[in-house]
């Protein structure tokens, strides 16, 4: 077995039921890829994008159809110490990512708005066009069951409504894409433990305004994100099942039982059933 392949072979034999089996049921209950796919996988410097990159890449060897597989990294500005630990864990895994450069941590540092949101919505739409540009129809990102629970409690909490975040959705800036999120039924602990076991190092967040968020004594944070990880590990005392719960809510909207509710941008209210 070559070093390329040590990796894959290691997470199907002690990750299969962890790992594997939550990414192919992904993989299939949404139908995420077809054949003649061709897919940019992004990979960001952190744990879940570079376990991504791994799973896509020993499904691509094991497909019973074809499809090809671009791994890109963007630089939103990483320091020099941590644009080379990136390149030295692409190596590591065997991914032959293609790195191109953009200013985004510069612009975010100048915006009074909230850094996180705009980092993020940057970033897709950079990957977007470097995808377009290589041919591809898809962008697959490393959010995880986890990010999927948090986004639809921060919604709720946040911004007073329940929005979701789903495994596959057209983009509206680019037509003919598709974003998809293989990793969507995989826990982040079980990322941690990947990532432990194999001694593996990754960035968290380079940029320095998301570096300065933490939890503090009182559950409260600068990053709501952390505060629903915070909030959500408490359920899951109180409750085992609370996580999974909240996960399969998403699954089995009742829309007869809401007062209000948003489908093709057009809104809706409990009051047409008495118009």
Request: hydrophobic share 40%; aromatic share 8%; net charge positive.
């Amino acid at each position: 077995m070559d070093r390329k392949n040590d990796m894959g072979e290691a997470l199907l034999a002690r990750y299969r039921k962890s790992i594997w089996r939550p990414f192919m049921s992904a993989v299939k209950e949404y139908r995420l890829i077809s054949a003649g796919d061709r897919i940019a996988v992004c990979v960001s410097g952190g744990k879940d994008s570079a376990l991504l990159a791994l799973c896509m890449r020993e499904l691509r060897r094991r497909s019973p159809f074809d499809f090809e597989l671009r791994f890109i990294c963007m630089d939103p500005g990483y320091a020099p110490e941590n644009r080379a630990q990136i390149e030295e864990n692409c190596r590591r895994l065997g991914i032959d990512a293609e790195f191109f450069e953009t200013d985004v941590f510069e612009a975010v540092e100048a915006m009074d708005c909230n850094p996180c949101f705009m980092c993020a919505r940057m970033r897709r739409g950079y990957l977007y066009r470097r995808a377009q540009k290589l041919g591809c129809n898809k962008i697959a990102l490393g959010h995880h069951f986890d990010d999927a629970v948090e986004t639809l409690l921060m919604s709720m909490l946040y911004a007073g409504q329940l929005r979701g975040m789903r495994p596959r959705l057209r983009s509206e800036s680019v037509p003919g894409m598709e974003l998809i999120r293989p990793l969507y039924k995989v826990r982040e602990s079980e990322i941690i433990a990947w990532q432990d076991e194999n001694a593996l190092s990754f960035l968290a967040c380079s940029c320095r305004r998301a570096q300065a968020a933490c939890i503090r004594p009182d559950g409260s944070s600068d990053s709501k994100r952390l505060e629903m990880k915070h909030l959500i590990r408490q359920l899951d005392r109180l409750h085992p099942d609370a996580s999974r719960n909240i996960f399969r809510s998403a699954h089995n909207a009742v829309l007869d039982s809401l007062n209000g509710w948003k489908q093709g941008g057009e809104e809706h209210s409990l009051l047409e059933e008495f118009e």
